[in-house]
C-alpha cells in the first residue's frame, strides 16, 4: 500500500539520482579536458592509459544512472497513481513529487535513451 511517507522517500531518491547524473556529466566534461590536455603535453603512456581509464569508468557511470532515474520515475508515477486512487491528492509532498515527475522527464539525457 502506498503512503504519502513512501511517495516523499521515492521523491527524494530521485532528486538524488539526477544529482549524481548530473554530477558524473560534470565529472566526464571534466576528466575528458584532462585527457585531451595530458595528449597535447605529450603525457608519459602509462598515466595517460590510467586518465583514459578514469574517463571510461566515469562514462560508464551516466547509463547507470539513467536506469535508475527512469526506474525510479516509474516507481514515483505508481506511487503518485495509488494515492490519487485513494483520494489523498493534495499537500506538498504531492506538489513536490510532480515537480520532480516534470524535471525528470524533461531531461535531455533521458530524450535520447
Not at 590510467?50 to 569508468?57: D, H, S
Not at 562514462?59 to 516509474?74: F, H, N, V
Amino acid at each position: 500500500m502506498a503512503t504519502v511517507r513512501n511517495l516523499k522517500i521515492k521523491t527524494g531518491t530521485c532528486k538524488r539520482i539526477m544529482k549524481e547524473l548530473h554530477s558524473y556529466e560534470k565529472e566526464v566534461e571534466r576528466e575528458a579536458a584532462k585527457t585531451a590536455e595530458m595528449k597535447e603535453k605529450g603525457a608519459d603512456p602509462y598515466d595517460l592509459r590510467q586518465q583514459e581509464n578514469v574517463l571510461a569508468e566515469s562514462r560508464m557511470m551516466i547509463p547507470d544512472c539513467q536506469k535508475r532515474l527512469e526506474s525510479t520515475l516509474a516507481d514515483i508515477k505508481g506511487t503518485l497513481a495509488e494515492l490519487e486512487e485513494s483520494n489523498e491528492k493534495e499537500g506538498p509532498e504531492f506538489d513536490d513529487a510532480r515537480t520532480t515527475i516534470t524535471e525528470v522527464e524533461n531531461l535531455p539525457q533521458l530524450k535520447d535513451a
